[in-house]
């Protein structure tokens, strides 16, 4: 759902009367048109009219009606106050929008204006999607990202369209803020990538047809006015936003740059009502700093989830070895965008080196790690006042393994990025800790309006104020020993009614001493009974005073209290935030270099050149999935080779080969494609990779186009989608890519498709000059290695045993000659009857010899690359072939509409004999 969605409350009619409350409700919600309202009222937030309605219907709730509006009932549902975040999170997540609307005023105060006085009430905060902190509404191990995207007319870095474009991005709930130049051509990956789940647009672009597919595949889009994204004054409002009279310490940035940050600047703002959130300052990203991975890809080779939205099955939860949520959203940023610097990926690397080589240094992080919280939410929600005690005890208990780590770390010879953490850890304040575990109990209620959660000992007012809460028999009898030993009247009672509250009680035959001084002037006489006379006492006055507002005042102490620890950690805000990112930066190396011990993963080799050697490759998802499924002495995963680096001797400009892969269904083809693609994102993520070597000549774009499926909602047939992808990959790719193609053509007739496949291939060794891996089962195209320089043929072994056929899973050079198809067939269960069938119809079409149109094709068509360069010759002169007459002759004489199947064979066999010229 859209910001344009819109969720009305009828407005009264001319001369009709509305409640008091009603008015306010319609009022308020006139304001905020495109959210649903929670109104509060009293322990419930209540919603009217159709945002009732709609409620209801997402969260499955009863509809009732209170009153009338218009002479029809007023629809009406409510939830719980304590309930709330449950059900915002069903409404966040079914795409709606809320404004809370909270009581800004106690009732009491509004009964003194009057009977039919209404509580004041506003609107404190608005939830979107892109706007979470709560611990409820989030996945603890994902990030929640806000991002704008904006665009500019003219300037550095145009697109083809004549606009540059920025997408600035942030995740309020850990405080991360980027901002990055984008374009056309890559929106669609950096979106990808950056997975918002809410994207802020400029009216004008969301309503850009040729723009709407990219904005259906998101969560949610919320369009705003132009104005929002107005370059002219977002440096200002991000200045003002930071408290900076300047952004030059922040960098340099473009003006769509500064436009998109501002969007999302002015987004925060506007949703939070003035709360701010603490935010780092915006870092600019370059335009090549990560692997470009398309949606495509991503959703092919399945990184984060799986084809099916699940995350089991995922790359990530393959070698997820982190014990922090903070750690696993880190790892899944790092494997979303591989970096493309070698000296940054080596860093990683040497990080996760120490670690494996240290395995008692690592067993002692990871164990103190998993009793660190997530600091950076925690931090973040105390910034927007949505923090309890639990979160104030998070943030001390971080610092106390954040510094417990820094002097495991600095106890040995730390490579620079584990050596860069521990300084980060050590960097807030030294104090901050102690105090909190100080201030705190050792029991802490979730919400700070519980109380309760102050130690005894910490402030003495509170104390004394909860003594007289708790105790107020003790205190008031500890008084009543006070008088009766100063007064010398051992029978002296202090008792408790309701008119006359705490009174002290003497015998008639005591009381004139009592009104004697020096007691005369402490005590007065209230009311004389029947041998007993009662006084009172300022003290006692006093007394009785704090004890029927002790809980109150304990409470407001101890709100007072948290608003002074909240001060002391904020005054610390971004030292607090740089040893969250540490925390969870030492997180991903240790994981990953228990990942390396458990999986037996090596370190590769990374540089600035085209080579792509693998040496014993495995695909790391499936790996452990046979493990599991065989037990752990099950048969191991089969390992392969692969080498696309240039190969030597080759003329022309450097490039890498391309694998042309053949090979039976099943014997594993798509499986060594995609192991390699996953390999080469371990790599440049700074990660061990499942080999026994890898060399890595940095990978600038990974494209994958493997497996099929149709998009219907779009109108794309599979085979559409196919070509769609693939030409997306012929247009982009280059020399420095990664290309992984599986079954290009097999969508279309046979001929079409071959024809596709060929054609394709050569433009990826003569254009694009990438590195590649290309299976398919047009086994013509092995030809082709005869006059392409960088490919080679490879195929995947397979050994027939008594009409079997057993998968060896070993990709060997050479091709196939073969398929194998009708043994996948039998052995994906197809009737025996149509096995046998198939087999008898494939030895006639074999014995046509299927390879020699491909060898004409190599003998008299030039090569992609020379059919650019000059035009096609002339089609040479055909004589007429008294054969082929004959077959076109009695084809034209056939109605296959009208034959029976044996007239349809026996028409195939006389077309046979008719084209040998029988």
């Given at each position: 759902m859209d910001a344009h969605a819109k969720h009305p409350a009828t407005p009264p009619a001319e001369g009709e009367r509305v409640t008091p409350m009603m008015a306010q409700y319609i009022e308020i919600k006139t304001a905020y048109p495109d959210s649903l309202l929670f109104y509060r009222m009293g322990d419930f937030y209540e919603l009217f009219f159709a945002d009732a309605e709609a409620a209801s219907r997402t969260l499955g709730i009863v509809l009732t009606k209170r009153g009338k509006h218009m002479g029809d009932d007023i629809p009406m549902c409510g939830v719980p106050v304590e309930r709330a975040e449950e059900y915002l999170h069903k409404l966040i997540a079914s795409g709606h929008r809320v404004a809370v609307c909270e009581q800004t005023e106690d009732p009491a105060e509004a009964r003194k204006r009057g009977g039919k006085s209404v509580v004041r009430r506003d609107v404190t905060r608005l939830v979107t999607p892109g706007t979470l902190t709560e611990d409820a509404l989030l996945d603890a191990r994902r990030e929640n990202v806000l991002a704008a995207l904006a665009r500019v007319r003219g300037g550095e870095g145009t697109s083809d369209d004549g606009y540059v474009y920025a997408i600035a991005f942030a995740d309020i709930s850990t405080g991360s803020f980027r901002v990055a130049p984008t374009g056309l051509s890559r929106l669609a990956a950096d979106l990808a990538r950056i997975e918002p789940a809410e994207l802020l647009v400029p009216d004008p672009l969301y309503d850009e047809a040729e723009l709407r597919e990219l904005w259906r595949a998101l969560p949610s889009v919320t369009p705003l006015p132009k104005e929002s994204f107005d370059g002219a004054g977002a440096e200002r409002r991000i200045a003002q936003f930071f408290g900076v009279a300047t952004l030059d310490a922040f960098g340099a940035f473009s003006r769509a740059e500064l436009a998109a940050a501002g969007a999302v600047v002015a987004y925060i703002e506007r949703t939070q009502l003035g709360a701010r959130p603490p935010l780092a300052a915006p870092v600019r990203e370059g335009g090549g700093e990560a692997m470009v991975i398309d949606p495509a890809t991503r959703a092919n080779l399945e990184i984060l989830r799986t084809t099916t939205g699940e995350r089991a099955g995922s790359l990530i939860a393959a070698v997820d070895r982190t014990v922090t949520s903070a750690g696993a959203r880190a790892l899944a940023r790092r494997l979303a965008e591989p970096l493309t610097e070698p000296a940054r990926i080596s860093a990683r690397l040497d990080a996760v080196e120490h670690l494996v080589d240290a395995p008692h240094l690592r067993a002692q992080l990871r164990e103190r790690l998993a009793g660190a919280p997530d600091l950076a939410r925690a931090l973040a929600r105390l910034a927007l006042g949505r923090a309890g005690p639990r979160d104030l005890a998070a943030i001390g208990r971080g610092l106390d393994e954040g510094a417990a780590i820094a002097r495991l770390i600095g106890a040995g010879d730390a490579p620079a990025e584990l050596a860069e953490a521990a300084r980060a850890l050590q960097a807030p304040d030294a104090g901050l800790a102690p105090l909190l575990a100080s201030a705190l109990a050792d029991e802490l209620p979730a919400y700070r309006r519980d109380g309760g959660f102050v130690r005894a000992g910490f402030e003495p007012e509170?104390?004394?104020?909860?003594?007289?809460?708790?105790?107020?028999?003790?205190?008031?009898?500890?008084?009543?020993?006070r008088y009766a030993e100063e007064t010398g009247i051992r029978a002296l009672k202090i008792r408790h009614n309701a008119v006359l509250g705490y009174y002290v009680e003497v015998s008639a035959q005591n009381a004139d001493r009592l009104r004697e001084p020096p007691f005369s002037g402490i005590f007065v006489h209230r009311q004389t009974m029947a041998g007993a006379v009662r006084f009172t006492s300022v003290e006692l006055g006093e007394l009785?005073?704090?004890?029927?507002?002790?809980?109150?005042?304990?409470?407001?102490?101890?709100?007072?209290?948290?608003?002074?620890?909240?001060?002391?950690v904020l005054a610390s805000a971004d030292a607090i935030r740089a040893a969250a990112q540490a925390l969870a930066n030492v997180d991903v190396a240790s994981g990953l270099a228990q990942l390396a011990v458990d999986e037996n993963h090596v370190r590769p080799e990374i540089d600035d050149g085209l080579d792509f050697a693998i040496q014993g490759g495995r695909h790391p998802v499936v790996e452990q999935a046979l493990r599991q499924d065989r037990g752990a002495s099950g048969g191991p995963f089969v390992a392969n080779d692969c080498d696309l680096s240039p190969p030597e001797g080759v003329k022309g400009p450097a490039a890498g080969r391309i694998f042309l892969v053949t090979g039976p269904n099943m014997a594993g083809k798509s499986t060594f494609l995609r192991q390699n693609a996953l390999i080469a994102i371990l790599a440049q993520a700074g990660a061990f990779v499942p080999a026994r070597a890898a060399h890595i000549g940095v990978v600038d774009r990974l494209f994958s186009r493997v497996g099929a499926a149709d998009d219907l909602a779009r109108g794309r047939s599979t085979f559409m989608v196919e070509m769609v992808e693939t030409a997306a990959i012929l247009n982009q790719a280059t020399a420095r890519s990664l290309v992984i193609l599986d079954e290009i053509g097999r969508g279309t007739a046979t001929f079409d498709g071959l024809s596709i496949a060929w054609a394709s291939l050569e433009?990826?060794?003569?254009?694009?000059r990438c590195r590649g891996l290309f299976a398919t089962h047009f086994h013509e195209l092995t030809a082709l290695a005869q006059r392409l320089g960088r490919l080679a043929n490879a195929t995947v072994k397979v050994k027939e045993w008594e009409g079997e056929v057993v998968f060896l899973h070993e990709v060997v050079p050479g091709a196939a000659d073969r398929s194998y198809g009708i043994q996948v067939a039998k052995l994906a269960g197809l009737p025996a009857a149509v096995v046998e069938r198939a087999r008898a119809v494939l030895t006639e079409l074999e014995k046509a010899d299927r390879a020699a149109p491909a060898q004409r094709i190599l003998d008299d068509l030039p090569l992609f690359?020379?059919?650019?360069?000059?035009?096609?010759?002339?089609?040479?002169?055909?004589?007429?072939?008294?054969a082929a007459e004959a077959v076109k002759a009695a084809l034209a004489g056939l109605d296959p509409d009208e034959m029976t199947p044996r007239e349809a064979l026996e028409a195939l066999y006389k077309l046979k004999a008719a084209a040998r010229g029988g």
């Open positions: 509170l104390d004394a104020t909860r003594a007289l809460r708790d105790e107020s028999r003790r205190v008031v009898a500890s008084l009543e020993r009785e005073a704090k004890i029927a507002s002790a809980g109150e005042r304990a409470l407001a102490l101890e709100q007072t209290i948290f608003e002074r620890l909240s001060g002391e433009h990826l060794h003569e254009v694009n690359a020379a059919l650019n360069r000059a035009p096609a010759p002339a089609a040479p002169a055909v004589k007429a072939d008294p």
